[in-house]
């Protein structure tokens, strides 16, 4: 999560209207996905010390396991 933060910092300080998401997992990384969610939507930013990190978009595939989704977006 600290290099999708310098990532989003950087990105965004050449243009505010670059669009950034990620993670780009598949099911097999549904732990780190669960923990990308908390970390941009509660977590603290490890470039600006405030809540939250800026994500335009989620990215993932399911490689034939769509239950494995249907849980972690719960």
């Known amino acids: 999560c ?3 933060d310098h990532s989003v910092a950087a990105i965004k300080k050449v ?3 670059f669009r950034i998401g990620g993670p780009a997992t598949s099911d097999v990384g549904d732990e780190f996905l ?3 969610l908390i970390h941009v939507t509660s977590g603290k ?7 939250g990190t800026d994500i335009d978009f989620l990215s993932f ?3 034939g396991q769509s239950l ?3 849980s972690i977006m719960r």
């Open 68 to 70: 494995a989704v249907l």
């Open 45 to 51: 930013n490890h470039v600006t010390n405030e809540i």
């Open 61 to 63: 595939h399911t490689k």
């Open 2 to 4: 600290k290099l999708y």
């Open 15 to 17: 243009n505010q209207k």
């Open 34 to 36: 669960r923990q990308f």
